[in-house]
T-cell receptor, first 110, second 117 residues
């Protein structure tokens, strides 16, 4: 079993829809959970950063972490064509290197 | 805040030459920087962890003599691809950890696209 599993997609949704992206992981030592957005030929941009379990909201983005199920999610409300990108989940233990998912390609259809 | 720059953004070089890529944290200090490479439509592959003032830690399978890393200050790390070959063509991305923030998040540079002809 890989440390971090993420469906590569592509995921296509109509503009305005709620997008749900998720990852599962196997290492119970992970404490830090991140979501990055990467546009084509660009470096990843940190979107959300959470520590341990719980929810975090920032504008149209909500990150959820369920450590008991080893499952994290990113929700995007009122999706826009500009949200079309690859979304990478990432996680790590305290002071450890970050482990990335393979990324989910998202297409928002106008 | 938390801006990381890379230079150059794109470089084309001939086989056998060396190429240096710079990674700078512009508005924060980073004792630790990371170097990744990414192939088209693939995820990030960590190459090495660069620690200010000490030797870099390379991931398994990454040749330390081929990919020279120097982290001379809290805001600058360099990656030199020595004797580059076409198979070294890739997208190289650095990231930096903000020591003041104290968390584990990393901020990425915009990447450098290397093409070896």
């Amino acid at each position: 079993q890989k440390e971090v599993e993420q469906d590569p997609g592509p995921l296509s949704v109509p503009e305005g829809a709620i997008v749900s992206l998720n990852c599962t992981y196997s290492n119970s030592a992970f404490q830090y959970f991140m979501w990055y957005r990467q546009y084509s030929r660009k470096g990843p941009e940190l979107l959300m950063y959470t520590y341990s379990s719980g929810n975090k909201e920032d504008g149209r983005f909500t990150a959820q972490v369920d450590k008991s199920s080893k499952y994290i999610s990113l929700f995007i409300r009122d999706s826009q064509p500009s949200d079309s990108a690859t979304y990478l989940c990432a996680m790590s233990g305290i002071g450890d290197k970050i482990i990335f998912g393979k990324g989910t390609r998202l297409h928002i259809l106008p | 805040g938390a801006v990381v720059s890379q230079h150059p953004s794109r470089v084309i070089c001939k086989s056998g030459t060396s190429v240096k890529i710079e990674c700078r944290s512009l508005d924060f200090q980073a004792t630790t920087m990371f170097w990744y490479r990414q192939f088209p439509k693939k995820s990030l592959m960590l190459m090495a962890t660069s620690n200010e003032g000490s030797k870099a830690t390379y991931e398994q399978g990454v040749e330390k003599d081929k990919f020279l890393i120097n982290h001379a200050s809290l805001t600058l790390s360099t990656l030199t691809v020595t004797s580059a070959h076409p198979e070294d063509s890739s997208f190289y991305i650095c990231s930096a950890r903000d020591i003041v923030a104290g968390g584990n998040e990393q901020y990425f540079g915009p990447g450098t696209r290397l093409t070896v002809t």
